[in-house]
């Protein structure tokens, strides 16, 4: 099936650091959604694009959809340590089949 | 919140046995989801519904059924549970406009063994 490579697969961070992940794929995506998962618990929607170019803040985080349409960023200011857990991103193809990435871990070093 | 709650939360089973997970909604959304998460996959989409007896199949059903009779009820059913069917198994619902509302439950953990 069709798939989404979202990078980096972990990050290691300092807190305060600034962090950036992103999706991309090789068809035009209609709707990007960043989604967030704690250990135990489902995912979490963060931040919903449904234009190409928008750029959508939520707090710290930042996400675009690509002018392309096949990509996305997430961008995370100043981490903390509640941010620490697995970011996902999703999107809507052109027959509207809701497709995921693998997910980026994110990890504060001690 | 939307009120969704898996049942159980974690189970272990043998090889050959059935296995029927719960997922319950309090909120009469229309369409739910049976996802499962393994490591490197992300989440992929085993059956969903969109009304009571309304149900279709996602990218990976093999080995796997559902029934919804309620409206607050979606039921998956492993037949036969196997090996390969160990994983985190997550029910959502979409309960907003446009994609960004699905709300997930808190999984349940399923081990074959």
């Known amino acids: 099936g069709q798939q989404l490579n979202q990078s980096p697969q972990s990050m290691f961070i300092q807190e305060g650091e600034d962090v950036s992940m992103n999706c991309t794929s090789s068809?035009?995506?209609?709707?990007w959604l960043w989604y967030k998962q704690d250990p135990g618990e489902g995912p979490v929607l963060l931040i919903a694009?449904?234009?190409a170019g928008e750029l959508t803040s939520n707090g710290r985080l930042t996400a675009q959809f690509g002018i392309t349409r096949k990509d996305s960023f997430l961008n995370i200011s100043a981490s903390i340590p509640s941010d620490v857990g697995i970011y996902f991103c999703?999107?809507?193809?052109?027959?509207?089949?809701?497709?995921w990435g693998a997910g980026t871990k994110l990890i504060i070093k001690p | 919140d939307a009120g969704i709650t898996q049942s159980p939360r974690h189970k272990v089973t043998e090889t050959g046995t059935p296995v029927t997970l719960r997922c319950h909604q309090t909120?009469?959304?229309?369409?739910m989801y049976w996802y499962r998460q393994d490591p490197g996959h992300g989440l992929r989409l085993i059956h969903y519904?969109?009304?009571?007896?309304?149900?279709d199949k996602g990218e990976v059903s093999d080995g796997y059924s559902v029934s919804r009779s309620k409206t607050e009820d979606f039921l998956l059913t492993l037949e036969s549970a196997t090996s390969s069917q160990t994983s985190v198994y997550f029910c959502?619902?979409?309960?907003?406009?446009?994609?960004?509302?699905?709300?997930f439950g808190s999984g349940t953990r399923l081990t074959v063994v």
């Open positions: 694009l449904y234009k």
């Open positions: 068809s035009i995506f209609n709707t």
């Open positions: 959502a619902i979409k309960d907003g406009t446009g994609w960004g509302g699905y709300t």
């Open positions: 999703a999107g809507t193809d052109s027959n509207y089949q809701l497709i």
């Open positions: 519904s969109y009304g009571v007896k309304d149900t």
């Open positions: 909120e009469n959304h229309r369409y």
